[in-house]
């Protein structure tokens, strides 16, 4: 069944300026088209930036390994996602990994070696004895499971505790802060330029109006910086006031 469109930007947050544009299937995982549109940018543009911002469902460990794949040096910096946790039970994070012994240990001290694949998780399933579990004096905090506590190891487990500490530093942060910076030009993209009921059909006659409407977004920009002249603005969706040089498509 037909899903929709949504549409992925990639937006310089040193200019301001839309780098790349593209509607893609609604129901296609955000970050399945990272690395090619990373790709499109250094093509195009002739640059290769040293790091991409994103959100948490860019970073999973596949889209990272694509990006490196790129051996272009870039580094994706997004929040790192973290499993569900059953209401009120310990976390996740209470749990200690050895990566050399493959070994699991819980806050009570208890290790478990015991584990099956998950292919389309993309890591190990470890579990804990529910007989062991059963008589752990933390039980009725980590979990009401009569099987034992299971804790989801990730294949990627190295790469995202090595994204967690780089997001925790002070450099990590700024550019976590700066991820935000797009928002507003999709909320223009999507409101201002009706992206979010296009008045097309098919993929790509909504490639070209997609293209058409980052440019426009990236003239105003132009506009804009190349200075402020007072004048009355004819296109505006507000209240009539004096306003600084704007560019309409």
């Given at each position: 069944?037909?899903?929709?469109?949504?549409?992925?930007?990639?937006?310089?947050?040193?200019?301001?300026?839309?780098?790349d544009a593209e509607p893609v299937p609604g129901n296609e995982a955000d970050g399945d088209r990272l690395a090619h549109l990373l790709q499109s940018v250094?093509?195009?543009h002739h640059i290769v930036p040293e790091y991409v911002g994103a959100d948490t469902l860019y970073g999973f460990g596949r889209y990272r390994a694509e990006?490196?794949?790129?051996?272009?040096?870039?580094?994706?910096?997004?929040?790192?996602?973290?499993?569900?946790?059953?209401?009120?039970?310990?976390?996740?994070?209470?749990?200690?990994?050895?990566?050399?012994?493959?070994?699991?240990?819980?806050?009570?001290?208890?290790?478990?070696?015991?584990?099956?694949?998950?292919?389309?998780?993309?890591?190990?399933?470890?579990?804990?004895?529910?007989?062991?579990?059963?008589?752990?004096?933390?039980?009725?905090?980590?979990?009401?499971?009569k099987m034992g506590r299971s804790i989801f190891i990730s294949d990627y487990y190295e790469v995202y505790e090595e994204a967690q500490r780089f997001n925790?530093?002070?450099?990590?942060?700024?550019?976590?802060?700066?991820?935000?910076?797009?928002?507003?030009?999709?909320?223009?993209?999507?409101?201002?330029?009706?992206?979010?009921?296009?008045?097309?059909?098919?993929?790509?006659?909504?490639?070209?109006?997609?293209?058409?409407?980052?440019?426009?977004?990236?003239?105003?920009?132009?506009?804009?910086?190349?200075?402020?002249?007072?004048?009355?603005?004819?296109?505006?969706?507000?209240?009539?006031?004096?306003?600084?040089?704007?560019?309409?498509?």
């Amino acid at each position: 069944p037909f899903t929709g469109d949504k549409i992925q930007v990639v937006e310089s947050s040193a200019s301001g300026f839309i780098l790349d544009a593209e509607p893609v299937p609604g129901n296609e995982a955000d970050g399945d088209r990272l690395a090619h549109l990373l790709q499109s940018v250094v093509t195009h543009h002739h640059i290769v930036p040293e790091y991409v911002g994103a959100d948490t469902l860019y970073g999973f460990g596949r889209y990272r390994a694509e990006v490196d794949a790129l051996n272009l040096g870039i580094q994706v910096v997004a929040p790192v996602f973290k499993p569900a946790n059953q209401k009120g039970m310990l976390s996740h994070d209470q749990f200690t990994y050895d990566v050399q012994k493959q070994e699991v240990t819980c806050p009570a001290q208890q290790t478990t070696t015991k584990f099956y694949v998950r292919k389309n998780w993309e890591g190990l399933q470890y579990n804990f004895k529910g007989s062991i579990c059963a008589k752990c004096p933390l039980k009725e905090t980590c979990t009401p499971s009569k099987m034992g506590r299971s804790i989801f190891i990730s294949d990627y487990y190295e790469v995202y505790e090595e994204a967690q500490r780089f997001n925790e530093s002070q450099q990590g942060q700024e550019i976590l802060r700066k991820r935000g910076q797009i928002e507003p030009t999709n909320n223009e993209l999507a409101n201002h330029h009706a992206l979010r009921h296009p008045q097309t059909r098919g993929r790509d006659n909504l490639r070209i109006t997609v293209k058409l409407k980052a440019m426009s977004v990236n003239i105003k920009l132009i506009v804009k910086k190349l200075g402020k002249v007072a004048y009355k603005d004819p296109f505006v969706r507000q209240k009539p006031r004096l306003r600084g040089a704007a560019a309409c498509a």
